[in-house]
Structure formats: structure tokens, C-alpha cells
């Protein structure tokens, strides 16, 4: 790697996130929403938000050389994006890509205490991202290209994500590690008719990690059963061990060599491939012995919870930092989720992130974990890595 090169590329969806605030005990919904009515608010909170954003200036935070790349208009909300962007890093926004042709997206973020949030969404020029809008030969000399956000993307989802396919199967093929994580299909919207199970078994075989939540896979893999979960009060207490294990296999059998599903406050699942030919692309980020077939949960951290907002891509930023430095599966995870725990305890998408080297040193000093809810028949608790193992990864691993 030259130098300055980066290490982590970060591609894929971007926004602009304005939010009104409003004051205690103010008008009501019903009132703030009155046609012809004038309502006042207070100063707005601006912000990026998506993938490119939550997970890239997290890494960055964490001081891994992080290149963002998105398409965002050739307008005055695009400008605005390059400049928060900016304020993070002067050259954070090199990467940004404009379009002449599409809008910047933004979401207007309707918040008023004790009402549940409502979001007015503009895709703009995500929705016309395509492989072509990647500058392929740039990531030659980086050790990770993390895509992310592809429901939220048109031209990544439709025909089959044949977009989709086409874009990592050319990142693959400059050198990097490739890794995906997923959003929320929106269910009566075009992303969520889309057929992701062939979506996925056309590209994981270009993936090398998959990082999906575990509603998200469940809605692309196995509706009706998030539905069922659903209506019993939510998934994440329901996931017993035998849900992830098929859910992941079936992943892993599409052709991706690493599965970590997002619990929530349940933690990371990670799965792995049994096939150490399959594997070995991780060889230039770890030990690749280490990972194959392997199967972990990493509970979170305790944390004052002040917002959950972008606590996914944060554990994700995690993730890909322990990689980059080299770091066993255990201590991978066990970095992700206080990653996540950190960014819980700041309102906003990542100024809770610190350094790497105060992650490090938190976890070190005896951080609790949280207790994990959901039955885990036959794993064992492991004192030593603050882990659960399952059965059959105890038995390869010993």
C-alpha cells in the first residue's frame, strides 16, 4: 500500500439528514400538521447519514484510512454534503461523485417528543448509482471495498441486481476484501417486490463478508417467519440458535465466506465457511485458519444509551477495523460491538465513536457485558473471550 493510500473503501448510499428540532410540551401532531398553519421549530440539525457516512467516518474516527464514495447531485444540498463531510477530514469528500442529472437524496426527520418518528426520503442520485459510477482501477492497493445499502438503491436491486453483481464482482477483482451490508426493503415499495433471494445467490459468490440485521435477511430469505416472529412481540428474543445456523449455511452456500447477522441489543452472530479455499480471501487482512468454520455471538456492551442512530454501521466500522489491524474472529467481534456500545452513548450517527486505541483500552479494562436473551441450546458461555461458542465450534476450535 502506497502512502496515504487508503485501506477502506466505503461505497454506496448517501443523504442528507435535516431535522427540525421541536420543544418540549409544544404544539401537537395534529396541531404542527394543520394545512395553511404556521408552525414554529427550532434550529435544524444537519447532517450526512447512510452507509457511506455512518460506517466511513466512523472508520475514520477510529483512524483507519477510509476513502467515501457516493454520488450526490450537482446542487446546493450536494455542496452542503461535501462540506459536513469536509469538517470530518478536508479530504474525506474527494470521493464523492456528481451527477448533473439527479438530485441530492435527503430526509426531512420529523421527530416531536413522545411521537414516533416520521421520515420524508428523496433517493436522488442514489437511485442512479451504478458499477459504472465506481473508478475500479482505484481500489487496486486497498485491503477492504465495503458496499452498502443496496435496497436503497434502484439500479441495484432491478433486473435481478444485475448491477449489483457486475459492481462486486469487478471490486473483487481489483484485490480487496469485499463486504456488503444491507438496509430495510420497504415493503410496498419496488425494493420490497424485488426478488432478493436470486439477488443474493448471484452475488455472494463476489462477497467475501455479508453483514446483514437479522430482520433484513429474514425479510429476503424468509417473510413469512418474520412475520410470525413479529406479530409475538419481535425478533431479535426469538432468534434461537437454530435460526441463525440455517440462515447463515443458507448464505454460505450461496457463495459468501463470512455471514455476521445484527441482533440489536442480542449482539453479533458470526458464521463462517467450512471450506478453507473459500476463506483464504480474508489472507490479506488475518490468519485465514482462524475463521473457517466458525461460529460465534458477541454480546454488546453496557452502555448509557443516549440514541441508537447509525449503532449498526458503527459495529460494522468496527468490524472492518479489527480486520484491518489483523485481529483474531473473537477479538474481530469483540471490537465491533464496543464500537456499537460507543456510539449509542452520543445522540447523532458518530460522534460517540473514539479512537481505536480508547476502544481498546475500555474493553481491556473489564467492560460488562450485556446479559443475551435468546436460547442458545448446546453453546457455552467463554470467560476468557466474553464469547458464546456453539457446539460444533468448540469441537473444530479447541
Known amino acids: 500500500m502506497t502512502r496515504g493510500h487508503p485501506e477502506v473503501v466505503v461505497c454506496g448510499h448517501i443523504c442528507l439528514d435535516v431535522i427540525p428540532t421541536f420543544a418540549e410540551g409544544g404544539a401537537s401532531w395534529e396541531e404542527l400538521l394543520t394545512p395553511g398553519k404556521l408552525s414554529n421549530v427550532g434550529p435544524a440539525v444537519v447532517s450526512t447519514g447512510g452507509v457511506v457516512s455512518n460506517t466511513g467516518l466512523a472508520l475514520h474516527r477510529l483512524g483507519i484510512k477510509t476513502r467515501l464514495m457516493a454520488k450526490i447531485g450537482e446542487d446546493l444540498l450536494g455542496r452542503v454534503v461535501v462540506e459536513v463531510l469536509r469538517r470530518h477530514g478536508p479530504a474525506l469528500a474527494s470521493g464523492m461523485l456528481i451527477s448533473s442529472d439527479a438530485p441530492t437524496s435527503y430526509t426531512i426527520v420529523l421527530n416531536p417528543p413522545g411521537v414516533d418518528r416520521i421520515f420524508l426520503h428523496c ?23 465495503h458496499f452498502g445499502y443496496p435496497p436503497l438503491m434502484r439500479r441495484m436491486f432491478i433486473n435481478d441486481g444485475q448491477e449489483l453483481e457486475t459492481l462486486c464482482r469487478r471490486a473483487k477483482a481489483q484485490g480487496p476484501v469485499t463486504c456488503l451490508d444491507m438496509a430495510w426493503p420497504d415493503p410496498a415499495a419496488e425494493s420490497g417486490q424485488a426478488p432478493w433471494e436470486r439477488i443474493l445467490a448471484r452475488v455472494l459468490p463476489h462477497v467475501d463478508i455479508f453483514l446483514p440485521s437479522l430482520d433484513e435477511i429474514l425479510f429476503m430469505l424468509d417473510r413469512p417467519r418474520l412475520e410470525q416472529m413479529e406479530a409475538r412481540g419481535g425478533i431479535n428474543g426469538q432468534a434461537e440458535a437454530d435460526l441463525l445456523n440455517g440462515l447463515a449455511g443458507r448464505l454460505l452456500d450461496m457463495g459468501t465466506a463470512v455471514v455476521v447477522l445484527k441482533l440489536g441489543d442480542q449482539g453479533l452472530y458470526l458464521r463462517t465457511g467450512a471450506d478453507p479455499a473459500r476463506v483464504a480471501a480474508l489472507a490479506g487482512l488475518t490468519e485465514p485458519g482462524a475463521w473457517v468454520d466458525r461460529e460465534l455471538l458477541a454480546p454488546c456492551f453496557l452502555a448509557n444509551a443516549v440514541g441508537t442512530t447509525g449503532a449498526g454501521d458503527c459495529a460494522v466500522a468496527g468490524f472492518l477495523a479489527g480486520l484491518v489491524h489483523g485481529l483474531t474472529p473473537e477479538e474481530v467481534l469483540t471490537s465491533a460491538v464496543a464500537v456499537g456500545a460507543c456510539n449509542v452513548e452520543a445522540a447523532d450517527a458518530t460522534s460517540g465513536v473514539p479512537s481505536w486505541q480508547e476502544v481498546q483500552a475500555r474493553v481491556a479494562a473489564g467492560w460488562e457485558r450485556r446479559p443475551v436473551s435468546l436460547p442458545l441450546a448446546g453453546w457455552e458461555w467463554d470467560e476468557a473471550t466474553g464469547l458464546w461458542r456453539s457446539e460444533a465450534d468448540r469441537a473444530h476450535h479447541a
Open 123 to 145: 433517493p436522488g442520485a442514489n437511485d442512479t448509482f451504478g458499477a459504472s459510477d465506481v473508478p475500479f482501477p482505484e481500489l487496486a492497493g486497498v485491503r477492504l471495498f
